[in-house]
């Protein structure tokens, strides 16, 4: 349903008049109920991870740049590098001689120039360096992971985390830093919220991928196809459970007005609560043995009973 269907179907059903447009309407209640489909979308679709909204991501971990530059004692600006143009500020880290473990680049101020965040201890002229990307967006439409699904899917490790604030700031900061397995952290700042490995591929790696779930707060889809997280036009599809929407619009509509709304509102939670049990499926609970992988070798094909006849 469209969001001139909700509408038109919500006040049918409340006795109403129902609009000719609600985008583009101008008198207060369709503008009202506008509104309230919107607020409607966005509380449901925060309700529950609809698998309507999961999405998988995938990022390319491509080894660093290798370079040089001139540094100063004390001073975090690094010059003469013979190019900038594959750096990007809050996104690398830099590495070398008498740079900081946990240097970050701040901002590239020209094509031959970068400011750390961090000074350096030495004073080098064509110093090697390799400034390395450990920091990606999210994706646009990202509103939370779904938990346990960051994987290095190129060498079949699960990534540890998401780490702490206080976790992370050890493995940047503290004197024993890396383990065998990569940890990731959801960062901000830089531009958004953002996803964040330790320890930084390194120059002997080889490049890999990383993948994870999460969920989408983009719970409308436009005419032609493209996904956002609001109507904008009468002809936007609400693309979770519309019954749902129209119910909650309903009830909305009620609180607004200062009616009774409870019944309204208790009929649109049994349904969501419902509809929520049936969304994905979900394994059988038993409470005998059950089967268990009975194409394999498991206690499913182990009778029960005694062995007579043993030794």
């Known amino acids: 349903m469209n969001l001139l269907q909700i509408v038109s179907q919500a006040c049918n059903e409340m006795g109403i008049a129902a609009p000719s447009a609600v985008a583009s309407a101008t008198d207060l209640q369709t503008i009202q109920m506008y509104s309230l489909v919107n607020r409607e979308g966005n509380e449901l679709r925060q309700m529950h991870d609809w698998t309507e909204l999961q999405a998988q991501y995938v990022i390319t971990v491509s080894q660093g740049i290798d370079t040089t530059g001139d540094t100063v004692e ?14 990007t500020a809050q996104y690398y880290v830099v590495s070398g001689d008498y740079v900081n473990q946990a240097a970050r680049v701040v901002s590239v101020d020209s094509s031959t120039q970068v400011t750390l965040n961090i000074p350096v201890t030495a004073t080098q002229t064509g110093a090697a360096l390799t400034f390395t990307k450990d920091t990606w967006p999210e994706p646009s439409d990202f ?11 190129t060498n079949h490790w699960m990534l540890l985390g998401p780490d702490s604030p206080q976790r992370d700031e050890q493995h940047r900061s503290g004197i024993v830093t890396t383990g065998p ?15 964040r490995l330790w320890p930084p591929i390194s120059s002997i790696e080889n490049d890999f991928s990383i993948e994870f779930e999460y969920v989408s707060n983009a719970w409308v889809e436009t005419a032609g196809g493209a996904y956002q997280s609001s109507m ?3 002809t936007d599809i609400c693309t979770l459970d519309p019954q749902a929407v129209v119910m909650g619009l309903k009830w909305r509509f009620f609180q607004v007005k200062q009616l009774d709304f409870a019944p309204m509102q208790a009929e649109y939670l049994d349904y969501v609560n ?31 009973g005694n062995w007579p006849g043993g030794a």
């Open 143 to 153: 509103d939370h992971f779904i938990n346990e699904t960051w994987w290095d899917v």
């Open 74 to 87: 004390g001073s975090a600006v690094i010059t003469n590098i013979p190019d900038t143009s594959g750096i």
């Open 232 to 234: 904008t036009a009468d």
């Open 181 to 195: 397995r990569r940890h990731f952290r959801q960062v901000g700042r830089a531009s958004g919220s953002n996803y």
């Open 274 to 304: 419902r509809r929520i049990a049936q969304d994905g499926g979900a394994k059988t609970q038993r409470l005998d043995r059950g089967s268990v992988d009975s194409w394999l070798i498991s206690p499913a094909q182990v009778p029960d």
